[in-house]
Structure formats: structure tokens, C-alpha cells
């Protein structure tokens, strides 16, 4: 199954999770995808016994191929964990198998740490919310990782470069699984967050979105007709490490003058510290968000570069829409106004003209909504993978549950 079937299957099950029964034509109006289309989701959900046939519409608008009768959500079993090493926190969620979270819990993260420091603090997260939840471990399908960094798409490793630079190298997928006794499954976080938003966020049904992501780094995620695009090893979206100025300040990554050297909130604080003391990121943001002259101003030239920047990227990809998520988006309209500004000053016109840029839908929560909804898609993967079924039958395993 591709990530655009399984995205339309993921929406029409929230949709029928959202607002109960719904008809075929109701289905299809709601998700703009054509009867047949729906028609063929539909057999499929109901040979797997995912959803119920629930008899005609009351409301007596049946008509010819059957739009009137309803379908509804059979109740699905299983669960799904996801993992997202923020670039301040680490957060970790369960969910259900319709992705809906039931119950999560943050705690503070240092990027310095060791890896295998970090995995004994995930882990112990983990098994905190599954002794508060009560869930049985065994109906746990899956874990979904999100990282700083590149992840190797052949390895599922970091690559070099990313700002958890002493765990490049480490096994984060291998040591989790041995932790915790699930299959984990990771992936570069602003990948991840992108996903989400394509999936329950603004980006649903875009053809090329761009999903930026300023923290602690500078990452980016490229999805196009519904896909998220990892180029040809997984590294593709490493906006943080263009060059920006030869003779800048040094990178994580080795070079100098990388964007993610100038305008992570790490950089922007230290900035800020020149002329009001020590600061940390957290107070940086927040006085950005009140409005205090230095930090605005700093947060500003900081959408400035980053706007730059975007626009190169527009004119690469020639996006409609712009997300722009994580923490340096607590700054509002601070950050937003001259990236905007930047973003049509450095491209072509005819490439932003029509470009919408808006913070992201789900906030600072896309990412780790990403790290789940990527656990169910690995999962959905690996079990056709070893049962030598279809996709759409892996995920009748997923959804269902299994004895």
C-alpha cells in the first residue's frame, strides 16, 4: 500500500471516528476523492472486517450504487508508541490504532547527553505510561522515533551532522527494541512532522508542501502529493546546514555560517545575552512573544534569513503552502511578517505568488502525532512483509488485532 492509500485510508476512518456512520457519497464528498474511489476503500475496509455495513441512511437519501447505506467503525484493538527526542524535551505518547492518543508525558532533554542515557530516560517514559494506562505490552504494535537529525533510509541510523552529534553511529532503533521489547522505527523529526500535518494538519491534500521546523536546529520536511520526499538516502530536507556566510559562526555539522548556527533559539539567545545577561531559550521566546525590543528584533533578522532561504526552496519546488512549526513559532507574527517578507524578496515572483505560509496546524504536537502515525506505517510494512500478504491485509492485523 503507497503513503497516499494509506493516507486516504488513515482520513476516512478518522472521518467515520469524528462523526460516526457515514454513507459512501458522504465519504466522498468529505474526503474529494470520486465514488469509485471510495466504493474500492470501502470493499477493502469491509473484507477486513474493519468496518460494518450498518443498513440505509435514515434520513432516506439512498440512491443508485448503494450511497445511502451506511458503514461504520468496528472497534479497532491495539496500540501504537511514539518517541520524539525534541530538541528541548523528549515527549512520548500511546495511541490507539486510530492514532488517537490516549494518554503522554514530557521531560526535559539535553542534546549533550549520551544516547544510551537518553534510550534508559525514553524507555522509563515509556514504561511509565503503560503501568498508568494499564495496556497490555503484547497488544503494542509498534514504536516510532523522531530525531534531530538525518536518518539513514537504508540503516535507519543518524548520519553525520545532526546536532546529537556523540550519537552518530549509536543504535537508537536496536537499543529502544532491546529496552522495551517492540520493534522501533525511526526518522528525522521535521519528516515526521510533516507526515502529521499531511495527514491530520493543514497540508491534507496539498501537492507540494514545505514543513519547517525551528528549534534547537533548522529542519525541514517535502511532501509532495501526499508523500514525504527523503531523497535517495533519507538525508533530503537538511535546510539547517546550507551556508549562509562562509566566514559565520561554526557548526555542529563542521562547517561555518550554516543557518542552523544563526537562527537556532540556542544561537538567538546567546545573541540576545549580549545585552541582557544570561538567557535561556525559553525566556528568549518569551520575550520575543511580548514584544521586547531586543529579542523582537533578534527573532526578526532571524525570519529574515530563514525567509531567505525559503525562498531558494520555492523556487526549487514551487510549493503552495508553507508550514512553519516548532518552538521559535511561539514568536508569532515577530518571526512570520519579515520571513514573509524575505521569502518574496529572494525568489522569483511567479514562485510564491500564491504561496500560503502559516504556522503549522498541530503545533508543537505534529511531531510527535508524526512518530505514532510512522510506528503504524512501518508496522503496517513489516507484517505484509513477513506474511507475504497484501499491505491491506498487514493492516487488518494492525487494526484489528491479532489473538
Known amino acids: 500500500m503507497g503513503q497516499g ?40 475496509l469491509l473484507a477486513e472486517d474493519v468496518v460494518v455495513d450498518l443498513g440505509d441512511d435514515p434520513l432516506g437519501t439512498k440512491q443508485a450504487g448503494r450511497p445511502g447505506v ?99 553511529g549509536a543504535d537508537v532503533p536496536g537499543g529502544l527494541s532491546r529496552r522495551l521489547g517492540l520493534p522501533v522505527y525511526m526518522d528525522n523529526d521535521a519528516n515526521l512532522g510533516a507526515l ?59 562547517s561555518r555560517g550554516c543557518l542552523e548556527a544563526r537562527v537556532s533559539i540556542l544561537a ?17 521566546l518569551r520575550l ?5 525590543t531586543g529579542a523582537s528584533r533578534i527573532v526578526a533578522d532571524a525570519g529574515v534569513m530563514v525567509g531567505r532561504s525559503i525562498g531558494d526552496l520555492c523556487n526549487y519546488f514551487n510549493p503552495e503552502l508553507v508550514l512553519i512549526g516548532g518552538e521559535l513559532m511561539r514568536a508569532g507574527e515577530t518571526l512570520l511578517n519579515p520571513l514573509k517578507d524575505a521569502m518574496r524578496r529572494y525568489s522569483i515572483a511567479r514562485a510564491t505568488e500564491r504561496v500560503k505560509v502559516m504556522p503549522g496546524a498541530l503545533g508543537e504536537q505534529a511531531e510527535i502525532i508524526g512518530t505514532i502515525l510512522f510506528a503504524g506505517e512501518q508496522s503496517f510494512k513489516a507484517m505484509a512483509g513477513k506474511s507475504g500478504t497484501s499491505a491491506p491485509a498487514a493492516a487488518r492485523t494492525v487494526l484489528q488485532g491479532s489473538d
Open 268 to 284: 538567538l539567545a546567546k545573541a540576545l545575552g549580549t545585552s541582557h545577561g544570561a538567557v535561556s531559550p525559553d525566556e528568549m
Open 196 to 254: 502529521a500535518e499531511s495527514v491530520y494538519g493543514a497540508a491534507v491534500g496539498t501537492k507540494v508542501t514545505l514543513y519547517v521546523l525551528l528549534s534547537y536546529g533548522v529542519g525541514l520536511g517535502i511532501v509532495i502529493n501526499g508523500q514525504v520526499f527523503r531523497g535517495s538516502s533519507g538525508i533530503a530536507g537538511e535546510l539547517g546546514h546550507i551556508v549562509t556566510d562562509e566566514h559565520g559562526p561554526l557548526c555542529r555539522c563542521g
Open 288 to 292: 520575543a512573544g511580548e514584544g521586547s
Open 5 to 44: 492509500q494509506t493516507r486516504l485510508r488513515l482520513r476516512a476512518l478518522e472521518l467515520l471516528k469524528e462523526k460516526g456512520p457515514q454513507s459512501r457519497a458522504e465519504l466522498s464528498r468529505s474526503l474529494a476523492v470520486s465514488r469509485s474511489t471510495i466504493s474500492s476503500l470501502i470493499a477493502e
Open 70 to 168: 451506511r458503514v461504520g467503525l468496528k472497534a479497532p484493538q491495539g496500540y501504537f508508541v511514539g518517541i520524539d527526542f525534541g530538541r528541548l524535551r523528549i515527549n512520548v505518547a500511546i495511541a490507539d490504532a486510530n492514532y488517537r492518543i490516549i494518554d503522554q508525558l514530557s521531560c526535559d532533554f539535553d542534546i549533550d547527553i549520551a544516547a544510551e542515557t537518553a534510550l534508559d530516560l525514553a524507555a522509563e517514559s515509556v514504561e511509565t505510561l503503560i503501568a498508568h494506562t494499564a495496556i497490555d505490552r503484547r497488544a503494542i504494535h509498534a514504536v516510532g522515533v523522531g530525531v534531530p537529525g538525518p536518518v539513514d533510509a537504508a540503516t535507519g541510523m543518524l548520519h553525520a551532522g545532526s546536532i546529537l552529534a556523540s550519537w552518530v
